[in-house]
């Protein structure tokens, strides 16, 4: 007898939307899914917190950096190139190296979230640095002349200028930051990434693509609050134009074309 | 910090450069693998997306199609990819290439996106004056693309390519962790013996590669610029040059006042992908 899973498949092939996996991949898919979700959900959770600390590191750190790099052109040069220097490095040597700098173990989380941190504030900082860049002048001129002191015009005139072109850096971020966490794996970190090799040592192809699923569901989602974040926070970008587009992009993972 | 003197005293260490060691070992021939399949994939991938954004650029045709695929690509997991295809291609071709194949498709595939943005973007990014002003003196559509807007944006082709290598280099660690060669064999036979001079001087010696071949694509994108608003800094006007095409001249007056960068005097919907798609990859 056929559970409800095989009944899926075979609507589903009708319709002609699934051509590659037999009856009983389909089945043996989902089985492997429900007899592990417990595995991959806290692979995923793992994941997560791994792709999140960079993040917030990130923005935090990259931010006030951007600021000083658009204030000081002299920091500016090497701020900026010091960041994609550092961003040339390769993932892998990265975390391979870094336990000898910290004095961690290979296999310590903490040697991905540093690396990663590191390449969340490379890439960041640069985008920060062009989100500053592109407040007009005259507004900050006005701001200084109205008597706003540097500090406050930065929280109420600055920040909020370069909002949008942050947000749409902190996406590209974010975006980059899932997908390289699953790299951590190699080095012995237990998140989705552990599907991938996991699935490749077994031939097992489903494994894989659940994984891959799984990883782009978790870059959506941050994505998704990402956005939201923005929309809360910014509630004045909202009316920037072309509501179709901004739809089209909602709809994909595109993470450039909205806020810039 | 003994580590690392250690490991470069091993990269310096003439014994490991004898041709016929063990594997990992004659270092010069993972360097060499590692470059070829970097080649390799990066020129096909080029091959691919070349035509494609330098059409697409000219054309303003699908331009919501390159922002979405370089977006989505970001997300894309690197080892997934390298692992769904072993898999789905180990069971069609003879173990022995199987490796080999599912790499060079799995860098093509990662090389494509910033080949395409990079082409895309340097061509929309020419100024339309400067196009209309080539199609008024009699230039047939090709000779604009060929004449005029590749030579004014091969510092932004020569970007999306730079940084497709790079993303390639790094994705060949990657895959030779798993099973092909290259310089990830040295990281991963020394992570499994727990040989620190053998990860360490791997993982330098990768690091090293990817800084100079950054450093020499930076140095073609610099050769490459002419006048106009350039990448990271435009200085208030600049003086008339002639362009590629000899007939065309480009009165280069950048159109912002103050111009800190060129993302100024660029429309808002370029900005994004200028900016974003075109440097940034991952690894």
């Given at each position: 007898m056929r559970g409800y899973s095989g009944v899926d498949a075979a609507m589903l092939r009708e319709e002609g939307?699934?051509?590659?996996?037999s009856d009983e991949d389909w089945d043996a898919a989902l089985n492997w899914i429900f007899a592990n979700f417990g595995l991959i959900w806290s692979l995923t959770v793992t994941h997560v917190a791994l792709a999140a600390v960079p993040v917030v590191l990130g923005f935090v750190v990259a931010v006030p950096l951007g600021w000083v790099a658009t204030r000081w052109r002299a920091v500016r040069s090497v701020i900026v190139g010091g960041g994609s220097l550092l961003y040339t490095i390769p993932s892998l040597p990265l975390f391979v190296i870094l336990p000898y700098l910290l004095g961690?173990?290979?296999?310590?989380p903490v040697n991905i979230v540093v690396g990663l941190s590191v390449y969340a504030v490379a890439i960041m900082v640069r985008l920060a640095a062009d989100a500053f860049a592109a407040v007009p002048a005259d507004v900050v001129d006005s701001a200084t002349a109205v008597g706003f002191s540097a500090w406050k015009r930065f929280w109420a005139v600055e920040l909020p200028l370069a909002g949008p072109v942050l947000l749409a850096g902190i996406r590209v971020v974010s975006a980059s930051t899932v997908a390289l966490v699953s790299v951590g794996a190699l080095v012995g970190?237990?998140?989705?990434?552990f599907l991938f090799t996991d699935g490749r040592q077994r031939q097992f192809l489903e494994e894989i693509l659940v994984g891959v699923v799984a990883s782009l569901v978790i870059a959506l989602v941050f994505d998704t609050v990402l956005v939201a974040l923005g929309r809360i926070l910014m509630?004045?970008?909202?009316?920037?134009?072309r509501r179709t587009r901004q739809m089209r992009s909602n709809a994909t993972l595109a993470t450039i074309e909205r806020g810039a | 910090m003994q580590f690392f003197l250690s490991a470069v005293a091993w990269l310096l260490d003439p014994a490991n450069y004898r041709?016929?060691?063990?594997?990992?070992?004659?270092i010069q021939d993972r360097i060499g693998e590692h470059l070829l399949y970097t080649f390799i994939s990066v020129a096909i991938a080029a091959l691919i997306a070349l035509p494609l954004g330098l059409y697409i650029g000219h054309t303003g045709r699908g331009r919501g199609f390159v922002i979405a695929f370089t977006g989505s690509m970001r997300a894309l997991p690197t080892l997934g990819l390298l692992g769904t295809l072993f898999v789905v291609i180990g069971m069609t071709v003879p173990f022995t290439q199987t490796a080999f194949i599912a790499s060079i498709i799995a860098f093509v595939v990662l090389a494509i996106p910033s080949i395409l943005a990079g082409a895309y973007a340097g061509v929309e990014s020419v100024d339309p004056q400067t196009v209309d002003a080539a199609r008024s003196v009699g230039m047939t559509e090709l000779q604009i693309l060929f004449k005029v807007e590749i030579p004014l944006s091969l510092p932004l082709i020569i970007g999306g390519i730079r940084a497709s290598v790079l993303q390639v280099i790094a994705t060949v660690v990657i895959a030779s962790y798993i099973s092909?060669?290259?310089?990830?064999a040295i990281i991963s036979t020394g992570i499994s013996l727990n040989d620190n001079d053998l990860i360490l001087g791997g993982a330098l010696l990768v690091t090293v590669l990817a800084l100079v071949i950054d450093g020499l694509f930076a140095l073609a994108q610099h050769l490459t610029r002419r006048g106009g608003p350039s990448r990271t800094r435009s200085t208030g006007t600049r003086r008339t040059r002639r362009s590629?095409?000899?007939?065309?001249?480009?009165?280069?007056?950048?159109?912002?006042?103050?111009?800190?960068?060129d993302i100024r005097s660029l429309p808002l919907r370029r900005r994004a992908v200028t900016v974003s798609s075109v440097d940034e990859r991952d690894h």
């Open positions: 939307r699934i051509r590659w996996l961690t173990r290979i296999t310590d970190s237990a998140n989705i990434g509630p004045w970008s909202r009316r920037t134009p | 041709p016929g060691l063990q594997t990992p070992l004659p092909l060669g290259g310089l990830g590629g095409a000899g007939r065309t001249r480009r009165s280069a007056e950048v159109r912002t006042r103050r111009s800190r960068t």
